[in-house]
């Protein structure tokens, strides 16, 4: 890996690229030089172990010039390490990285403070999208994969026109209305959106813990995914230094707090044997299978949710029986063998009280995703999945090609069309490249090919109050219609479920693609 160091003393940021894949991530420093977030961690850490008030003890760690990130350092043996890091907060961004790729995190990160860069502000025409193959995969391949993304890419931009033209016609938008026109252009962008592969090239940018980021970097140093393993390694080297930034004068905020951070595949080792199991239970005639609805609502039992998953990843839109559930449990031992507070198994074995099953798009997951009011499972960002399962899901279309006639009767055809020859190529490169590729690695770029309209398996978890504010929140005018009617679809099941969520129900405005209100609004 060719790496070029940058650092701007000026703006307080810096940063650290791979040449070869274009990837970057940066550092914006609080207070260059001064390592706040290690001083803060100090004296936080300080504070609870004095009698004295934060002022105090900030005015002797200054008078005396305390070194704290060095005094972080001794004082990790009678002070728990993790909550030490957890109060050191670093701003870090990454970019040139897949769309997958910026996904998982906010998938692996649910604690972050953070935003990814909108498919609306970004030209596709000359879209740049994942370049990493491993090296048993031919050039022949290698120029096909790259063939597929740019063939769909074209077709994106060919179709915002004519999107938006027809848009304007069917909900008689004036040219006259800069208002209208706005929500009008970020509409026609949605509908179309879901052309897009998951492998464009994106940014995203993030404030969280020493704690989180040191965990971060290890999951992504030990991933099976190329594009991961750079930004592990580029990460590590920018939070702990490297000799090229100390040259340009740059001082890591929280260096000696970046630890625990080595690759690691634990998570990856230990679900691959869990998938493995459950596969060879789905083929055990004697076991009972149950057919998934396309929207479920249930109430977790802690026993059967990390086995519920791990079936979804042997077999999408089932679920297996207690039967099944009991000798999953076998795995008990050698799960709490391998996990550790350092290796935690991730959302694999994350749930919530309340459970909301079902099938969506990629492009709702990824909206939806970004919500840290509800824990999930999202087969489809475990990098343990199979490619030929995921391709098995389909496909679904932005809510305004189906719902309004002169749309569906003008366009529906054209994007059916293209989406099932996409899939057709997909599957026949999928079928080629399998011959080069372990199961881990076709899977990686098979779901960089994927696109935004993929229909993808979800498990979402939250408690009532968890519920009521994500409810409310996505349902309301101003998103994406299709992750808006997902949510109502929700409290619709709820309500059919339960009475108590019937009075919500009642009050929310149903989500209408073919409400003029509601398409300019963007509230």
């Known amino acids: ?3 070029q160091a940058t650092y701007n003393s000026e703006l307080g940021i810096a940063g650290l690229t791979d040449t070869q894949s274009g990837i970057s991530v940066y550092t914006l420093l609080q207070n260059p030089g001064r390592k706040q977030p290690s001083v ?6 300080r504070y609870s172990r004095s009698g004295d008030s934060i002022e105090k003890i900030l005015s002797e760690v200054q008078t005396n010039q305390v070194d704290a990130a060095e005094r972080l350092g001794k004082i990790f043996s009678g002070y728990g390490h993790a909550s030490v890091a957890g109060m050191a907060h670093l701003f870090c961004c990454v970019e040139n990285v897949p769309a997958v790729t910026a996904m998982r995190f906010f998938y692996l990160c649910p604690t972050q403070d953070g935003q990814e860069r909108s498919s609306r502000y970004q030209n596709f025409s000359q879209g740049k999208w ?10 022949k391949l290698r120029v096909k994969f790259s063939a597929l993304i740019k063939t769909q890419l074209q077709m994106y931009t060919n179709l915002i026109t004519p999107t938006q033209e027809q ?3 069917t909900f008689s ?3 006259e209305d800069t208002k209208d026109l706005s929500a009008l252009k970020s509409r026609a ?4 959106r879901m ?3 998951m492998g464009i090239l994106t940014n995203f940018g993030a404030v969280q813990s020493a704690r989180e980021w040191s965990r971060y970097i290890g999951v992504m140093g030990g991933s099976s995914d190329p594009h991961e ?24 905020e929280a260096a000696e707090l970046i630890r625990h951070s080595q690759p690691s595949s634990v998570i990856e080792d230990s679900t691959n044997k869990l998938v493995a199991a459950a596969e060879q239970l789905v083929k055990n005639p004697q076991i009972n299978k149950l057919k998934l609805p396309n929207l479920a609502v249930g109430y977790t039992h802690a026993r059967m949710a990390l086995f519920e998953h791990v079936a979804m990843l042997a077999q999408p839109g089932i679920r297996l029986d207690y039967s099944a559930v009991q000798e999953l449990e076998s795995f008990g031992k050698f799960l709490h063998l391998v996990h550790s507070q350092h290796t935690p198994m991730g959302p694999i074995a994350q749930h919530g009280a309340i459970q909301l099953r079902g099938f969506t798009d990629l492009g709702s997951l990824k909206d939806l995703n970004r919500h840290r009011s509800l824990e999930r499972f999202i087969p489809f960002l475990d990098n343990c999945g199979s490619a030929e399962k995921e391709l098995a899901n389909g496909f679904m279309h932005c809510a305004y090609l189906q719902a309004l006639p002169s749309v569906r009767t003008q366009l529906l055809d054209i994007y059916n069309a293209c989406l099932t020859t996409y899939y057709k190529d997909i599957y026949a490169w999928a079928k080629e490249a399998s011959d080069y590729l372990t199961k881990a690695e076709l899977y990686s770029l098979v779901r960089y090919l994927l696109p935004h309209a993929h229909r993808s398996e979800y498990a979402m978890y939250g408690s009532v109050d968890d519920l009521i504010y994500t409810i409310r929140t996505r349902i309301r005018p101003g998103g994406h219609i299709n992750y808006r009617m997902l949510v109502h679809s929700w409290l619709k099941a709820l309500s059919d479920t339960h009475s108590w969520w019937h009075p919500l129900y009642q009050a929310l405005e149903k989500p209408d693609p073919t409400n003029k209100a509601q398409f300019t609004d963007r509230s």
């Open 195 to 197: 052309l897009l592969p």
């Open 1 to 3: 890996m060719m790496v």
């Open 167 to 169: 848009l304007q016609r």
């Open 189 to 192: 962008f949605d509908t179309v």
């Open 40 to 45: 803060n961690a100090y004296l936080a850490a």
């Open 130 to 139: 994942a370049n990493r193959f491993p090296v048993s995969l031919p050039t």
């Open 229 to 252: 393993k750079i930004v592990g390694d580029l990460l590590r080297a920018l939070l702990t230094g490297t000799r090229e930034l100390e040259e340009l004068g740059y001082v890591p």
């Open 173 to 175: 938008i004036s040219s």
